[in-house]
């Protein structure tokens, strides 16, 4: 009662009392007051910095990030893919791969067309119909160059080999007829080219190879391709026409 230690008078005390105990006005140090509103001010940062700006570099994505590198050391083995339908269906038929273009996709993708290509803010990619692609080959091109002023981006900026390994699992999608929000959009198309394992590789018959004419050569009533010069050497990935 005689001296407290801060000099109170008993006008200082609040009027509250609970079994007796009574207690001073004392607001919190300032210096602790500002730990507080850091703290506040930080975990507001943080919130629109990671969870809505999606700006920084999370856990998640610096994992995806590892995995996506990880895929292009893979790329090694394959070389640069051509962006050609003969690549295409050659790779609709390589499911390790498949699952290259299938991780491009939950990255890039799965947001406007659904986890599963069922179609969300774009088109449905697992029924027949389609908007801007009659060939297999046209999916490349929606995929690198946008389609819809934008509304469907460029993937420029994607590796070349990730756009043609998304672009064959877009086709492998085709047919599972998921049911989607939206309706069927765009005109049906023919079904995909039937894919002939090798087929474009195998030198014409008569090429001099024998070793490699397990299967019989499809007829070729217009003679030779022109590119017949190329068909002795090791296949390469890119082995094509033009
Ligand atoms: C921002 C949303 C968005 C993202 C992300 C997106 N798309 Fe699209 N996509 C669309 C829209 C919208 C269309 C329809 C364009 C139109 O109306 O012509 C479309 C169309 C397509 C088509 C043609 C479908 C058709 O019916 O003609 C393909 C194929 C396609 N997208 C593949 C992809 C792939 C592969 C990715 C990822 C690399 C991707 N999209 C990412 C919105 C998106």
Same mark, same amino acid.
């Given at each position: 009662m005689?001296?407290? =230690?801060?000099?109170?008078?008993? @006008?200082?005390?609040? @009027?509250h009392e609970y @079994?007796?105990?009574?207690?001073? @006005? #004392? =607001?919190?140090?300032?210096?602790?007051?500002?730990i507080f509103f850091f703290t506040f001010v930080f975990a507001l940062a943080y919130f629109f910095y990671f969870h809505v700006g999606h700006a920084g570099i999370t856990v998640e994505k610096s994992y995806?990030?590892?995995?996506?590198?990880?895929?292009?050391?893979?790329?090694?083995?394959?070389?640069?893919?051509?962006?050609?339908?003969?690549?295409?269906?050659?790779y609709m038929h390589e499911p390790e791969y498949l699952k290259v273009g299938r991780s491009v996709f939950e990255q890039n993708c799965q947001q406007c067309h659904g986890s599963d290509g069922q179609?969300?803010?774009?088109? #449905?990619?697992?029924?027949?119909?389609?908007?801007?692609?009659?060939?297999?080959?046209?999916?490349?091109?929606?995929?690198?160059?946008?389609?819809?002023?934008?509304s469907m981006p460029?993937?420029?900026?994607?590796?070349?080999?990730?756009?043609l390994l998304v672009s064959a699992y877009v086709?492998?999608?085709?047919?599972?007829?998921?049911?989607?929000?939206?309706?069927?959009?765009?005109k049906k198309i023919p079904p995909w080219p039937t894919y002939e394992p090798g087929g474009d590789e195998q030198p014409d018959a008569g090429a001099g190879?024998?070793?490699?004419?397990?299967?019989?050569?499809?007829?070729?009533?217009?003679?030779h391709k022109s590119?017949?010069?190329?068909?002795?050497?090791?296949?390469t990935p890119d082995v094509g026409k033009k």
């Open positions: 005689s001296k407290t =230690p801060a000099a109170h008078s008993m @006008d200082d005390l609040l @009027d @079994d007796g105990i009574r207690e001073y @006005d #004392n =607001p919190c140090p300032g210096w602790w007051q500002w995806e990030n590892a995995v996506a590198n990880n895929l292009r050391l893979r790329f090694a083995e394959i070389g640069e893919l051509k962006l050609d339908e003969p690549t295409l269906l050659k179609g969300l803010v774009g088109p #449905n990619l697992t029924d027949d119909f389609y908007k801007n692609v009659t060939n297999v080959g046209d999916i490349l091109n929606v995929v690198k160059n946008g389609a819809a002023n934008g460029a993937w420029g900026r994607l590796h070349p080999n990730e756009i086709a492998t999608l085709r047919g599972e007829n998921l049911p989607g929000p939206r309706g069927p959009e765009g190879k024998t070793e490699s004419d397990a299967k019989p050569q499809p007829p070729n009533p217009d003679g590119d017949v010069g190329t068909a002795d050497k090791e296949p």
